[in-house]
């Protein structure tokens, strides 16, 4: 079923065609004149519109051209008796889907208005890939045989296929991306996967990045705009950094997961989504629950399926497998030749707690290969001496009856911060890019663990 404004004066003839945009299935609004239709088109997006040129307070080519200014504008087709040959060339050059002629042949009209609506399903479809950058996941990016791993894969093909909402959990750097785009391609939705980064936009731009806008609903919306929400249509979206979310936004988030609804910034129109979320985070959501920074309801909504990722220090036995796929990539990627590790170098690389995690191994190797002078990395391109290195904190252990390390994940996190500032000089941009983080989520930690260059 698809929305389409009729705007005609004729109201004999607006009630005809109404009955007749009815029984093919749609749902019709009707404009007498452009003062009713631009009010319509303030609060409503309908998928069609079907336009008369001679109205009682104007041109509906004046309409036409106010229309085709928007982005992702409906398509227009011109329904009109006037009899100017020049019309049809200027409403087909002002951006009109058709020109249908009155009296109208009904097989005529229903061919185009099926054609219009088909056409802007693609177009939209068109606009969201090139947003998305959306790509195909292969599962083998999971790599490991550890039982973490088994079970997490166990877990992607269980939940793949249901509409639940999933959670996926666990350290900066452990994959939680790539989890949500094998679930979405497992899935076999037709949509597209949209990842958000709630921790990389500005908070006065998320929700329109979510949501979209309208026109003028503030400085520098100067069209329409669809959000995320619109074109992950029948797809998924993924919201990474969730814990990032302001509280209004997670509001708007849990009407969303309650009723499928929402409205664009600055507009009344209700929309309807049909958008899986997978939701990832590295934060503890219980305790900002607690804290009150985090709606326990939006939590309970979010947490129906809890996927937790296990560190890298926790299932180091696939260390080997995931440094032959890395620097296989890492090869085929930057036309690098490195085949091999030194005994030294890997002793050194299993000796390592990994706080980064696997972002941080495919970075140390990246480097690693660009410095290699030879087919083998040594032990001084690894650059993980010092404050972090293994010497300093307790290797792994094999016996799962030993307990936890005694070092906290806070004092991990720290010393893998300062000594990212350290090797960057305290370049941010460059650290942010090593840690895989926003530029505020780096400041917060910064600030959190009284880092300073001196």
């Not at 319509?40 to 106010?66: F, N, S, W």
């Not at 999971?142 to 909402?165: D, N």
């Not at 989890?179 to 980064?197: Q, T």
């Not at 985070?281 to 219980?286: Q, S």
Request: hydrophobic share 40%.
């Amino acid at each position: 079923m698809a929305s389409i404004l009729v705007v005609e004066d004729d109201e004999v003839f607006s009630q005809l065609l109404t009955m007749h945009l009815e029984d093919l299935g749609h749902a019709p609004l009707v404009a007498l004149d452009l003062a009713q239709a631009r009010k319509q088109l303030r609060t409503i997006t309908p998928d069609a519109i079907l336009l008369d040129q001679q109205l009682p307070d104007g041109y509906g080519m004046d309409l036409l051209r106010e229309i085709k200014a928007e982005q992702d504008a409906p398509p227009v087709i011109m329904v009109t008796g006037v009899s100017d040959n020049a019309l049809v060339i200027e409403a087909m050059k002002a951006g009109a889907y058709d020109f249908v002629r009155k009296p109208m042949d009904e097989l005529e009209l229903d061919t185009t208005l099926n054609n219009a609506l088909h056409s802007h399903r693609l177009s939209r479809k068109v606009h969201a890939i090139s947003q998305a950058n959306d790509y195909g996941v292969d599962i083998n990016q999971i790599v490991g045989r550890s039982t973490g791993i088994t079970h997490l894969l166990k877990t992607i093909g269980s939940v793949a296929a249901s509409q639940a909402s999933i959670l996926i959990t666990g350290e900066s750097g452990t994959g939680k991306e790539i989890v949500a785009r094998a679930i979405h391609h497992h899935s076999e939705r037709p949509g597209l996967f949209l990842p958000v980064n709630c921790s990389a936009i500005v908070e006065n731009l998320l929700e329109s990045e979510l949501f979209g806008h309208e026109k003028g609903s503030f400085t520098g919306a100067d069209r329409r705009k669809p959000g995320k929400f619109e074109l992950a249509a029948d797809g998924t979206l993924f919201l990474d950094e969730l814990g990032e979310l302001p509280l209004n936004l997670q509001a708007k988030l849990l009407r969303v997961l309650q009723e499928g609804t929402f409205e664009r910034v600055g507009g009344t129109e209700t929309l309807h989504t049909t958008a899986r979320i997978i939701t990832a985070t590295n934060r503890d959501l219980e305790t900002m629950v607690s804290e009150g920074s985090f709606r326990e309801d939006l939590y309970y909504r979010l947490n129906v399926v809890n996927i937790a990722l296990p560190p890298l220090r926790e299932r180091m036995e696939d260390l080997p497998l995931l440094t032959e796929h890395l620097l296989h990539k890492i090869n085929q990627r930057l036309h690098t030749r490195v085949k091999n590790i030194s005994e030294t170098a890997w002793t050194r690389m299993q000796g390592y707690p990994w706080p980064g995690n696997v972002r941080e191994l495919e970075n140390i190797l990246t480097r690693a290969a660009v410095l290699c002078r030879d087919d083998t990395i040594t032990p001084d391109l690894l650059g993980i001496n010092g404050a972090v290195s293994g010497q300093n904190l307790p290797k792994p252990v094999d016996n799962k009856d030993a307990g936890p390390e005694l070092v906290s994940l806070d004092e991990i996190e720290e010393r893998h911060v300062k000594h990212i500032l350290q090797y960057t000089r305290w370049h941010r941009g460059k650290a942010c890019e090593i840690l895989g983080i926003s530029r505020p989520a780096l400041e917060r930690r910064i600030k959190k663990y009284g880092l300073n260059e001196s």
